[in-house]
Nanobody
Framework: QVQLVESGGGLVQAGGSLRLSCAAS????????MGWYRQAPGKQRELVAR???????NYADSVKGRFTISRDNAKNTVYLQMNSLKFEDTAVYYC???????????????WGQGTQVTVSS
């Protein structure tokens, strides 16, 4: 069974930094795109950043220049470095990955359980 486990969330003051990690585990054959999404109270889940297995990235306009997504393919892990955090970055952050397994070579989108990021103003 494939799992995505996030870590690194917490409470930080505005202007501070946090680094989120998301590790995929299980009978993984290959991982395609990986990404981070977030959902604030009363709002829809939105894309924060995505990275292909070749390292190409794209970001939401609201985080460009402040957040950096990266991945370690050997560890099946994706990271989100968040700098210059703002109050409006407060949300539950979810990682997401397109994963194929040894049991089924079809790519299936998997989600982590989410990690809370709270930025105090």
């Amino acid at each position: 069974q494939v799992q995505l486990v996030e870590s690194g969330g917490g409470l930080v003051q505005a202007g501070g930094s946090l680094r989120l990690s998301c590790a995929a585990s299980g009978r993984i054959f290959s991982i395609n795109d990986m990404g981070w999404y977030r959902q604030a109270p009363g709002k829809q889940r939105e894309l924060v950043a995505r990275i292909t297995n070749g390292g190409s990235t794209n970001y939401a306009d609201s985080v460009k220049g402040r957040f950096t997504i990266s991945r370690d393919n050997a560890k099946n892990t994706v990271y989100l470095q968040m700098n210059s955090l703002k109050f409006e970055d407060t949300a539950v952050y979810y990682c997401n990955a397109q994963i194929s397994t040894y049991d089924s070579r079809w790519f299936v989108v998997r989600w982590g359980q989410g990690t809370q990021v709270t930025v105090s103003s």
